[in-house]
């Protein structure tokens, strides 16, 4: 945002459930390997269990907490996911219940990049007077995943990543961003209502890469600055070939990339909250530092913004 009033993350938190799901657990029932696992992914073990309602719930108490805000502080819950508990209502009414916030709640859906694409929403939503935000990444992708089915089984898992995001006199984090989709290409990564995930893999591999570089460097060249100016790289955590492809291309080594997949798994909406929190926990971003979030997903959708880490006195 520029002019008078801009926006700033002041608190975060995260939730996984506790049932680890490791690749020898995945070894053991399905044809295939931790190696493989490990060498066409990164990953090592992921999380699953719970609803979308819960995790949601529990990052966003915690982020709550860490920003020293009451329910009562919020002005708006985002809940950015793409597996709702129900279909009707939105599953951001039963978060707002739970947490017991007196404010308007909606879901967005933009797959993997949701939650860059709640955070823009809700800079934008601040510009226009919102004083406090609550935002948030949860998904259960285990349920709408095959868990017979090698392909998807291995990637796919559960966890909710939250960012409590308030009004600043002045410009604010947000110095650019870059928002896009492409629906002709929504059948290489679908489910259809009450089914399971469906991927063409290698195709969608190969335009993530693309559409993460291309989105990226979007986003930095309105913020006005390079890739030497990142201090961190927050992509979606999909897989970690794609963030090392990516990475190169936009010129980002990957000691400022941050990477949670390998514990994680891929967790959709909630990766780049659960990768950010990490960092942020870990000290890995101080005050001035600028942070490039980069994601994409199902639709395909993308989305990138940069941040300049605000000082913060909480
Ligand atoms: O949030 C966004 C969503 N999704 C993604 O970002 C996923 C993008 N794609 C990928 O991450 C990768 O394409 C995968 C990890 C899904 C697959 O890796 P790949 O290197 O592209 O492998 P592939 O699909 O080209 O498959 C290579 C081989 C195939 O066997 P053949 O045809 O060569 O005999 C697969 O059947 O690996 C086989 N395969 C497996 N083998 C062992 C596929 N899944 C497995 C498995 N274990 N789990």
């Known amino acids: 945002m520029t002019g008078g009033r801009g926006a700033v993350i ?5 939730a996984l459930p506790d049932k680890v799901v490791t690749n020898a657990d995945l070894e053991a029932r399905l044809d295939t390997t931790d190696a493989w696992i490990t060498e066409r992914s990164g990953i090592r073990e992921r999380r699953v269990g719970g609803t979308t309602t819960g995790l949601a719930t529990d990052a966003g108490a915690a982020a709550l907490a860490a920003a020293a805000l009451e329910p009562a502080d919020i002005d708006l819950l985002i809940l950015a996911t793409t597996t709702p508990d129900q279909t009707v209502p939105a599953t951001a ?13 909606m879901d967005v859906n933009a797959a993997c990049s949701g939650f860059v694409y709640g955070l823009v929403t809700a800079c934008g939503l601040i510009g226009l007077g919102a004083g406090r935000i609550l935002l948030i ?3 259960t992708l285990s349920r709408i995943t095959d868990q017979d089915d090698r392909g998807t089984a291995v990637l796919f898992a559960d966890g909710a990543g939250a960012v409590v995001v308030e009004a600043v006199d002045g410009p604010g984090s947000l110095l650019g ?9 929504r059948s290489i990564l679908y489910a259809d209502v009450g089914g399971y995930l469906e991927m063409e893999g290698r195709e969608v591999f190969r335009r993530a890469v693309r559409v993460t570089v291309d989105s990226a460097q979007a986003a930095m060249q309105r913020a006005g600055v390079t890739a030497d100016d990142i201090a961190l790289f927050v992509p979606h955590q999909a897989n970690l070939r794609i963030i090392d492809a990516a990475g190169q291309r936009i010129g980002i080594p990957s000691d400022r990339t941050a990477i949670v997949l390998d514990r994680t798994g891929n967790t959709s909406s909630a990766s780049i909250p659960l990768a950010l929190a990490d960092a942020l926990d870990h ?6 530092d600028l942070v490039l979030l980069s994601g994409f997903g199902a639709g395909m959708t993308w989305a990138s913004a940069v941040l300049r880490w605000p000082e913060t006195d909480k």
């Open 283 to 288: 000290g890995r971003v101080r005050a001035d």
């Open 10 to 14: 002041t608190g975060w938190g995260t």
């Open 177 to 185: 961003w870059d928002l896009g989709s492409d629906g002709s290409l």
């Open 93 to 105: 009414s039963a978060v707002q219940d739970a947490l017991g916030l007196t404010c308007g709640a």
């Open 137 to 139: 990444g949860a998904e």
